[in-house]
């Protein structure tokens, strides 16, 4: 006997997963330098503090607006030598995804397509702003994400604990 499939299982064959890059862009720079011109004539012992931040909201059905800020401060002794932000920013087609599939591809694989371009646009804005070359080392997302649930999972048995 031959099974016919029906329409709701035709249909859920049917879905497909995507993720694919709509647009990549630079949607907001900050170059400071505070101290300058006096910081130029100091000894160049910087302190590097590197902050980042991800941003996402829903913009359609399947569209995703992901902004990855990144937030580097040089500090010389006590003197801010420069702050360098930059949100680097992309939209996402992504389709086909369970909820916990959906929030690892928002929180992970999108950070990883941006961060490249955020990390050049600090180098080149520091640079033009007098300063040495600064190289950004590779963020791993998966442990920042994995640290992320930790903590959400710290805060669930914590709560349920106080219950």
């Known amino acids: 006997m031959v099974k016919k499939k029906t329409t709701e299982q035709k ?3 049917e879905i497909k997963q995507v993720f694919n890059v709509q647009k ?26 590197v902050d980042l931040n991800i941003e996402t ?29 930059v949100e680097q920013a992309g939209i996402f087609t992504i389709t086909g995804f369970e909820e916990t599939n959906l929030q690892y591809l ?6 990883n397509v941006l961060f490249p371009y955020a990390r050049e646009a600090v180098s080149s804005l520091v640079t033009k702003g007098g300063f040495p070359q ?10 920042m994400y994995a640290n992320h649930l930790q903590q959400g999972q710290k805060t669930t048995d914590t709560e349920g604990l106080k219950q």
């Open 134 to 143: 600064l190289i950004i080392e590779p963020v791993n997302f998966d442990s």
């Open 106 to 111: 928002l929180s992970v694989q999108c950070p």
């Open 57 to 85: 909201t829903i913009l359609e059905t399947d569209a995703h607006h992901v902004t990855l800020r990144v937030t580097a401060t040089i500090k010389v002794d006590e003197d801010t030598a420069f702050l360098c932000e």
């Open 24 to 49: 990549i862009y630079l949607r907001n720079v900050s170059f400071e330098s505070p101290n300058a011109p006096k910081i130029f004539l100091k000894e160049f012992n910087p302190e590097l503090s």
């Open 11 to 13: 249909n859920n064959e």
